[in-house]
């Protein structure tokens, strides 16, 4: 085969030179090439080795397509297992040929094809399994894989993620999603319009045809020009839409972000309503050696001389069996090319499309039996269908078109069903699971006027207005006789190039009783490449529907899972790399801790906090025991600043808090708050807090200090993702309040000596309520919570307050031996209280149910966050791990972490110590623990296996302290 770069035409900026390297050799192209074009150009045949038996291969499509090429790029562009038809040249690109050693030309690798006929599919899970599999294991897993990663992070920029709703989606800028853009843009509609190419137009870009009686490119750059110009639509390329999740969710990879700081951009996108114009994929043809370079597919060579001007050989052979390898014959014949023959396996070849080719030779009801050649395509083999001899053509360039495929793959991701059209050949979508439809070639719409026609149809339709004017267009009308495999094939006859899977594989599979087409996927790894079997999938369908004596439409389809194409792991992620600043947080009375001599922890999300203040002399634990007896018997003040805080304005709010919350907000009322859970989508506890409600509209949450971000992330993402339409509004206010808790049961004594401007008696301020007003004359919010067990009154100002309130405080109380207070005593008195702590009980493997909170599990509400998954895991399972109190016996401390085991044996965990304090009100180390079963135990005794001794407990309820809440209310 050798490579021409016509004199003119193309799409190509031929004043820009631009020179690379492949495989060590340097070589020129232009501006506007894409690798695979500029190698084509310059005469290269041999670019690539196959994957299992590292035979000679060639470029065979021209886009995502490609199943043949994949190539590493080099140096600063260093990216693995790119196809090369998608690879746009660059100025000093450099690439090489994956999975082949020393070279393409010459691969040691090659040596696997001398055993083939022992290593068919399947054999990797019959083999390799004596003596032991580690002894083959270094082997295999060098062998494993294409390329590898690249081991230094891009030179410049970063990956980034973006969120985004919009009322259409539209995946694929050829003629129907063009024309969808178009007119629901003029419509005021916001309209995303994304396209995998580097170029909008889909097929328009690489046919000869005309709208309007113009050349159709002309009418795609007046589109494109008309929707950029519209502030409602916004048009990406080199953006491919790679995943279709639930309610409309959508990915989308956006490959050249236009800015030098940004390499790849990951989309999250919510659509009102999707329409996928993905367009179609021409599927190969089964016969011997379709694998030799020069052996393209007939719209990839159409591509590459209508947008490319490149002639990819000289004489060529054309095997089809449709009408659209007609099309492409009229063009070769137009560049110059010589078109040796066109071999149909039709037997009646309409005559509308025989015309369009002149005096080219048409051999109708023939089949070419095998491509002649190894390094390249030098001839064919051609056979009748019905038998006789067969005759050789040489050739250098053979050209092969089994149909098209509707590309259904976003389609069959958003769960929407398939239905097998015989006069297509091929899957089309039937009913949708979601707000989508197709439109165009992806709906079995092959033609252009039929495409426009679509897209115009279902955007007026989206849209509630009449549909405009459709331009006019020509095209050749569609037509085929499926040819799964030709039968009388010599040679390896490949369905799936990239994984080196042939009919004979297949049929091994079925014979092993692999009948089910999944299983025949996974038995012979046919369309698991990084082309997702694109071109062969459907010809591995049909050989199954051939084999087993079925239509195609009873075997049906793979399951087409994300993504669409490779994403690299950085655009997923959205990532930026490099060393980051975090430093501590401080509150206004940081220097006041250090000054008194306090330990100080990170109490999460980086905040600083006393654990404890340990005066002159005293130990750790005579330090806590001091502060927890305090607030058992006086008086104790902590800052409670870091505990996150958001505001929530919006009509709308009650309901979301409905939504994430177990139990119900939105029937508070004004001036009283309550305590709440939020679940995970896998029904596992997120966080816990309290919700204030402020007026009608307006509302409080505090969270978890550890969690706040996190929350903060988890609303926002619903907002933005599942009810962008509700009115709410988050604001974080974490750093716009700070806070002392008054606790212990001379609480009330100190808020008195502050001057309150309002009542703050049990019966004028309960528990569970808040009021705004002054104390010590500094303007408060004073909210009856509590995290001790206690009476506690939690004082809130703004943070230029906080120190003069601190102050004041602790003057007031001094009369009643008011002391500061520690996390390590809070962690003491919440254990107590049998009050759980994320950090401690909450493990990753337990509810609420099991933490004995089934009262803030909403039986009223018909849905909220994770209560479908908890009835799912509780359905599941009989033993669960529940919360329980444990009194060690003899009086010891257990570590926590502890594990408990049946008897103190060694075996497997029923369950582990959460928790163990020393209890300052029963003189004695008490604890918390999650056991197996452990609400039908109280009263048993459990046993904790340390390393060196056994330690029995006794099993109790995990309210250790006042269970009635009677001081906490008081």
């Known amino acids: 085969m050798t490579g021409k770069r016509l004199p003119n035409g193309g799409q190509i900026e031929r004043a820009k030179v631009f020179y690379f390297e492949f495989n060590g050799r340097k070589y020129s192209g232009f501006a506007g090439d894409t690798l695979a074009s500029a190698l084509l150009a310059n005469g290269v045949r041999l670019t690539a080795r196959s994957f299992k038996y590292h035979r000679p291969r060639g470029i065979v499509g021209s886009g995502f397509e490609e199943p043949s090429t994949m190539v590493e790029l080099l140096g600063d562009d260093a990216s693995a297992n790119r196809p090369v038809t998608v690879v746009a040249l660059r100025d000093g690109l450099r690439a090489k040929s994956v999975n082949c050693w020393p070279s393409a030309s010459f691969d040691i690798g090659a040596l696997t094809q001398v055993i083939s006929r022992f290593i068919p599919a399947g054999f990797y899970y019959k083999t390799f399994k004596w003596p032991n599999w580690h002894l083959f294991e270094p082997w295999i897993r060098r062998a494993a894989g294409l390329a590898s990663a690249p081991r230094s992070q891009p030179k410049q920029g970063h990956f980034e993620n973006r969120f985004v709703h919009t009322d259409v989606l539209i995946a694929g800028a050829g003629p129907a999603g063009l024309m969808s853009a178009l007119i629901l843009g003029r419509a005021g509609i916001r309209v995303m319009i994304c396209d995998e190419s580097a170029a909008a137009g889909g097929s328009l870009l690489n046919r000869q045809l005309e709208i309007n009686a113009q050349p159709a490119t002309v009418w795609v750059d007046k589109t494109v020009a008309e929707l950029a110009a519209m502030p409602n639509v916004t048009h990406l390329q080199n953006a491919t839409v790679w995943a279709y999740r639930e309610h409309n969710y959508l990915m989308v990879n956006e490959r050249e972000p236009g800015s030098v700081n940004i390499l790849e951009r990951n989309w999250r996108v919510r659509a009102c309503k999707v329409i996928c114009a993905t367009g179609a994929i021409e599927r190969s043809l089964v016969f011997g050696n379709n694998d030799t370079p020069g052996v393209m597919l007939s719209s990839a060579v159409q591509t590459y001389i209508n947008r490319y001007a490149v002639l990819p050989g000289k004489r060529a052979i054309v095997f089809t069996n449709n009408n659209s390898a007609y099309s492409v014959v009229a063009d070769l014949v137009s560049a110059g090319m010589n078109v040796a023959a066109i071999v149909d ?349 402020l007026s009608e509209h307006r509302w409080i949450v505090s969270t978890s200090t550890g969690h706040a971000d996190a929350m903060n992330s988890h609303m926002e993402e619903l907002l933005q993702t599942e009810f962008s339409d509700w009115n709410v509004f988050v604001t974080t206010v974490t750093s716009q309040w700070n806070n002392a808790t008054i606790c212990g049961p001379k609480a009330r004594d100190v808020i008195e000596a502050l001057s309150p401007n309002f009542d703050t008696s049990r019966d004028a301020l309960p528990f569970m309520s808040f009021v705004d007003g002054e104390i010590a004359g500094l303007p408060t919010r004073v909210v009856r919570v509590s995290y001790t067990g206690e009476l506690s009154y939690e004082i809130n100002v703004a943070p230029r307050h906080m120190h003069a309130l601190w102050d004041k405080v602790l003057s007031a109380g001094e009369h009643v031996g008011i002391v500061p207070v520690g996390s390590e005593a809070s962690h003491v008195l919440r254990v107590e209280k049998g009050f759980l702590s994320l950090g401690h009980e909450v493990d990753g493997t337990v509810d609420p149910y099991d933490l004995g909170m089934g009262w803030a599990m909403s039986k009223k509400k018909q849905d909220y966050v994770g209560k479908h998954a908890v009835n799912l895991r509780r359905a599941g399972t009989t033993n669960r791990r529940e919360l329980v109190g444990v009194i060690p016996e003899p009086d010891r401390m257990i570590p926590e972490g502890a594990p408990l085991t049946p008897s103190g044996e060694r075996k497997a965990t029923e369950g582990l110590i959460t928790a163990c304090v020393w209890s300052v009100v029963y003189h004695r180390w008490v604890g918390l623990a999650l056991l197996e079963n452990g609400k039908s135990r109280h009263g048993e005794t459990a046993h904790v296996r340390l390393k060196d001794s056994i330690v029995p407990v006794k099993i109790t309820p995990p309210v250790h302290y006042d269970p009635d809440g009677e001081r906490l209310r008081s």
């Open 345 to 693: 396996s039709r037997i009646n070849v309409p005559k509308s499309v025989q015309d369009l080719v002149g005096d080219v030779n048409i051999l109708s009801n023939h089949v070419v039996l095998k491509a002649l050649g190894y390094r390249s395509v030098r001839g064919v083999k051609v056979q009748a269908n019905d038998g006789g001899a067969s005759q050789t053509i040489s050739c250098d360039l053979l050209l092969h078109s089994g149909g098209w495929n509707p590309a259904v793959h976003l389609w069959s991701q958003s769960r929407g069903s398939l239905k097998f059209d015989d006069k297509l050949a091929a899957f089309i979508p039937n009913e949708p699971a979601q707000s989508t439809v197709s439109v165009g070639a992806a709906s079995g719409q092959f033609e252009l006027t039929d495409a426009l026609r679509t897209g115009a149809e279902t955007a007026a339709s989206i849209a509630g207005i009449p549909i405009s004017d459709i331009p006019n267009s020509n095209d050749t009308p569609y037509a085929i006789t499926p040819l799964w495999c030709v039968k009388a094939a010599r040679g390896k006859a490949f369905l799936d190039i990239q994984n080196d899977v042939t009919v004979d594989d297949v049929h091994l599979a079925l014979r092993e009783g692999y009948d089910n087409v999944e299983h025949v996927k996974r038995y012979t790894t046919g369309g698991m490449g990084i082309d997702q079997g694109k071109i062969g999938n459907i010809n591995i369908i049909g050989t199954v529907a051939l084999a087993k004596g079925l239509p195609a439409n009873e075997i049906g389809t793979t399951t087409f899972r994300s993504p669409y194409t490779p994403v690299s792991f950085g655009a997923i992620s959205g990532i930026r790399e490099g060393s980051v600043a975090l430093p501590y947080r401080h509150t206004p009375i940081t220097a006041w801790n250090h000054a008194k001599g306090a330990f100080m922890y990170e109490s999460g999300a980086r905040w600083r906090r006393p654990g404890y203040f340990p005066i002159e002399g005293e130990k750790f634990q005579d330090a806590v025991n001091r502060e927890c007896f305090a607030v058992r018997n006086g008086v104790g003040v902590y800052d409670g600043s870091p505990l996150g805080t958001f505001e929530l304005k919006g009509r709308d709010v009650g309901r979301f808090l409905d939504y994430i919350y177990t139990n119900i907000m939105s029937t508070l009322i004004p001036g009283k708050a309550r305590y709440g859970l939020m679940l995970s989508d896998d029904g596992l506890i997120l966080d816990d807090g309290v919700v204030l409600r």
